[in-house]
Structures are given as C-alpha cells and as structure tokens.
C-alpha cells in the first residue's frame, strides 16, 4: 500500500469550509479598527495670502461671536442666580463613557477556538491514515 496522503474531495471541501469560517472569524474583530467616518480630510494645499487673510478674518469673528455667546449665559445666569442649570457632564443628562471591547474579544475568542478545531481535526485525519495506511 501507498503511504501517500489522499484526499477525497468532501475532506477538501471540508477543510476549504473550516478554513474560511476561521479566516472570517479573525478578521471580523480587525474591522472594528477602520475610521467610521467615510468622509475625506481636505489635503493640505499651498495657501496663498489671501486666504491666509481670509481665514484669520474668520478666526478673529468666531472668536467675537463665542464671546458674545458666553456673556449672554452669564448675564441669563445672573437673572436666574445660577440655579437650574445642571453642572454638566453626568448631571446633564449625558450618558458616562463605556470602553465596550466585547465584541473584538468574543471575536478572538471565537477565532482561537475554530483555529484549535481545525487544528485538531487534521491532526486526527493525519493520525487515522497513518494507522489505515
């Protein structure tokens, strides 16, 4: 008898099959790691003097605009005596910050475990030939 390997194409279809969900179950986690915001930065551009001058001309009334903005809080703040307005933050209403990493270790664990599986699976096919063959 041969003591070459053979492979029936049901085995092949298998292993090509575990293979795949492996390879999916380990790169999922990986899309995790892509910007969620598909829009483009502007790429940086000689700018000339004018818009130099433009853009500080937009700087310097941003900046009036915020000042403005904020001495009228303070003068409503006043009126009220500062009271009913929340102190920010968590007082505000705001949700507090969760680091939620789950779904990326759910993901490699998954992955391990089918990369094991398969590991195994071939070591016993392996073992079983050798012992038929």
């Known amino acids: 008898m041969s003591r070459r390997l053979t492979l029936r194409p049901l ?15 380990l790169l999922v986690p990986a899309t995790a790691a892509f910007a969620t915001d598909p829009t483009p930065t502007p790429s940086a551009t000689a700018a000339t003097q004018a818009d130099k001058e433009a853009l500080a001309k937009k700087k310097a009334e941003d900046a009036r605009t915020l000042k403005e903005a904020e001495a ?21 209403g ?9 779904g990326t270790l759910i993901g490699s664990a998954t992955g391990a475990l089918l990369l094991a599986g398969a590991g195994t699976y071939v070591l016993r ?5 050798r012992r038929a063959g």
Not at 94 to 102: F, G, I, L, R, V
């Open 11 to 25: 085995s092949t279809l298998r292993i090509a099959v575990l293979t795949g969900v492996a390879a999916g179950a």
């Open 125 to 129: 096919r392996r073992t079983t030939a």
């Open 94 to 102: 705001e949700a507090p910050a969760q680091d939620d990493n789950t």
């Open 72 to 92: 009228k809080k303070a003068a409503e703040a006043q009126k009220t005596g500062g009271k009913g307005y929340p102190r920010g933050g968590v007082a505000a």
